[in-house]
């Protein structure tokens, strides 16, 4: 749409626009500054976002901040943020630029051709309102209607202030980035390992988390091979290969899924002798820390009768012993004869382990809601049921719902949806805490749930847009799975919380050493 001003018969020179609505009143472009103009699409919003800001899109692999121009005119409720308009005419008009951005109108007239003598300067009109910012006005359709032609960089500017982002260190300790691979199995705190687990017929079953590639969920097409062998659910595309699938139920001998419930699940993707091997699930539970001495073998004369030293070989005691988690090994889980069918497999299909994982980092996936975050793998200790008594901080931010004695380690907890100004759970909803470690503190932030354990390339997350200002530093890029849809903020661990409360958090372990 690159339209210069071009030359009119009577020797003047015309230039495009394109008009659009807001309410009853008529604005305008240059077309030069306009690259398209599209449906509203799906938005994931961005936490603590500037007012005008109405969440991310994805546009043809990009990132695409989307601002309702109501809100930056200064006509939408200031205390409630603006949603996307339901009309069929609603549109987004892509702007060029640096800083592209997308507007939201409620919708869009025509590309008009203006004669230059028809353009007045804004400041020479008389309709010019509170909150707008115009280079120019002009009047067509046999001057029955009147365009006001928006200056947009102000109008940004004034909205969305950008905030440098102060370099910070890396989260996870040590010269390891956030990758999910073998020396990342113990835990951040350096005690034992980690243990992702899992569901399978109501039982909880772990991993350790150094033998997971990742969790997702279960693909709406999954080709079934001939039933010649009970535990092959058949095969799935994955990262562009042929991905066998087995039913955990099937390999350990519990009851098959009932038929209303084999399209929901997760995939555990394992690596077994070099080759990615998928492991279907009910669903997924936690990330476990699994100190040494709460880990034990299975009971030999029980492993004896079951054959659990192969499939099952040892057992993690949690809580005190109220909960016992078996922990399997991916490499003893299948029968004799499928590990030599694997093995035998093109040399093509195994991918080593440090392959894998160069230029890859694993990300931790949980919901607010319907939109969807992550953090680093690295700088996640665990994830557990919220559930038991909070005690509450006097004096402390409302987000901040108090402190849990976590195994005898007093731990903050936060409210995250609090923190993102989201309304809350009905009472009773079930959550889930993450615990966070970064290079200084330690607490739990609470979600709706996890959903899983994704692994992408680093070059595959975008940088967080610099229109959101303060928002840039929470959340640190923007992963865009454009094919399922999906827009995935990735947020920085180091700043969940603000200054004022990592302030109020060391005053506070200041006072739990003071008191031993």
Do not use: W
Request: glycine share 8%; charged share 25%.
């Amino acid at each position: 749409m690159d339209n210069p001003p071009q030359p009119m018969a009577a020797g003047g020179t015309t230039h495009r626009f394109l008009t659009f609505r807001v309410g009853a009143d008529i604005y305008a472009l240059p077309a030069q500054d306009v690259a398209e103009v599209i449906r509203l699409p799906p938005l994931a919003r961005l936490p603590q976002a500037p007012a005008a800001l109405m969440g991310i899109a994805s546009l043809r692999g990009a990132t695409l901040p989307v601002a309702s121009l109501r809100a930056l005119l200064g006509r939408a409720a200031p205390a409630a943020r603006p949603t996307p308009a339901r009309s069929a005419a609603a549109r987004a008009i892509a702007l060029r630029g640096a800083a592209a951005v997308g507007l939201a109108v409620d919708a869009v007239d025509d590309l008009v051709t203006i004669g230059a003598a028809q353009i007045e300067p804004a400041e020479a009109s008389a309709a010019v309102r509170p909150g707008e910012r115009l280079t120019s006005v002009f009047r067509f359709h046999d001057d029955r209607d009147l365009a006001r032609v928006l200056d947009m960089p102000p109008l940004l500017a004034a909205a969305f202030v950008p905030r440098p982002r102060p370099p910070r260190p890396a989260v996870a300790p040590g010269p390891a980035q956030p990758r999910l691979h073998p020396s990342q199995a113990a835990s951040p705190g350096g005690v034992g390992e980690r243990l992702v687990t899992f569901e399978a017929a109501g039982q909880e079953y772990g991993l350790p988390i150094g033998a997971v590639q990742e969790i997702r969920p279960l693909p709406p097409s999954v080709t079934a091979l001939p039933p010649d062998e009970a535990v092959a659910r058949g095969v799935a595309v994955h990262r562009g290969r042929l991905l066998p699938l087995f039913a955990l139920r099937g390999l350990l001998g519990l009851p098959a899924q009932t038929e209303g419930g084999k399209g929901a699940g997760k995939v555990v993707v394992v690596r077994v002798s070099g080759h990615a091997v998928g492991l279907v699930v009910d669903r997924m539970r936690d990330v476990l820390p699994a100190d040494p001495a709460s880990v034990e073998p299975v009971p030999p004369v029980l492993a004896a009768r079951i054959g659990g030293e192969l499939r099952i070989p040892r057992l993690l005691r949690a809580e005190n012993g109220r909960r016992l988690v078996p922990i399997l090994d991916p490499q003893t889980l299948f029968r004799e004869e499928v590990m030599q069918r694997l093995d035998r497999r093109e040399a093509g299909d195994a991918v080593p382990d440090a392959a894998a994982a160069a230029g890859e980092m694993a990300l931790l996936v949980f919901r607010l809601g319907e939109d969807e975050y992550a953090l680093p793998i690295g700088a996640v200790d665990e994830v557990v049921k919220a559930a038991g008594a909070v005690t509450r901080i006097p004096g402390t931010p409302k987000f901040l719902e108090g402190v849990v004695n976590l195994r005898g380690s007093v731990l903050p907890i936060i409210d995250q949806r609090r923190r993102f100004d989201m309304p809350a759970l009905p009472p009773g909803a079930p959550r889930r805490i993450i615990v966070v470690r970064t290079d200084r503190h330690r607490a739990g932030i609470v979600v709706d749930r996890v959903t899983e354990i994704l692994r992408c390339r680093e070059d595959a997350v975008d940088p967080a847009p610099d229109l959101a200002g303060e928002p840039a530093r929470l959340v640190s890029g923007i992963l865009n799975l454009e094919p399922a849809g999906r827009l995935i903020l990735l947020l920085d661990p180091a700043e969940l919380m603000t200054r004022a409360e990592r302030g109020l958090l060391d005053g506070f372990a200041k006072k739990r050493r003071e008191a031993r």
